[in-house]
């Protein structure tokens, strides 16, 4: 677990430095998934078999993204969900990651059932000064529900 240099070679023998940055692999513990109303469920799979309470994220790098892949099924009412993270360990973890989906903010009905992504980035101006080796977080799922509106 150091730094990499990587190298770009042009032509035969001429090496050319492309970038030499802080490359180490940081380990990611679970991430709790909490929700936030009764009226929806997170699957790990689109079998639905197995209900969603945590994320594994493994070893990721700097200037990468990983994606971890989820099925939610709305049970109740019209929703549109949001979400957040918290608890974030150790809390500069925060500043160089960063954790998105691709919900689109779509209202869901009862019954309907969507295969979302969650993807974690961690920014290439992580540095080994910053002394972050492994991170945690509370990942949080709002259902906004709202019986009177309509599917689009």
């Given amino acids: 677990m150091g730094m990499a240099v990587c190298l770009l070679v042009i032509g035969i023998g001429v090496p050319l430095v492309r970038y030499s940055m802080y490359r180490r ?11 936030e109303g009764m009226e929806f469920i997170l699957f790990t799979t689109e079998e639905m078999n197995e209900t969603l309470d945590s994320i594994e994220w493994g070893n990721i790098s700097v200037g990468e993204t990983v994606s971890r892949p989820f099925t939610l099924q709305v049970i109740e009412n019209n929703s549109t969900f949001s979400l957040y993270t918290s608890e974030w360990q150790p809390p500069e973890a925060e500043n160089y990651l960063t954790l998105t989906w691709d919900y689109d903010n779509k209202t869901l009905m009862q019954g309907d059932v969507l295969s979302v992504n969650f993807f974690l980035s961690v920014s290439s101006t992580l540095t080994e000064d910053s002394g972050i080796t492994d991170f945690s977080f509370t990942i949080t799922i709002v259902c906004n529900s709202d019986s009177t509106e309509q599917k689009d």
Avoid: A
């Fill in 25 to 35: 692999s940081m380990v990611g513990q679970t991430s709790p998934v909490e929700q």
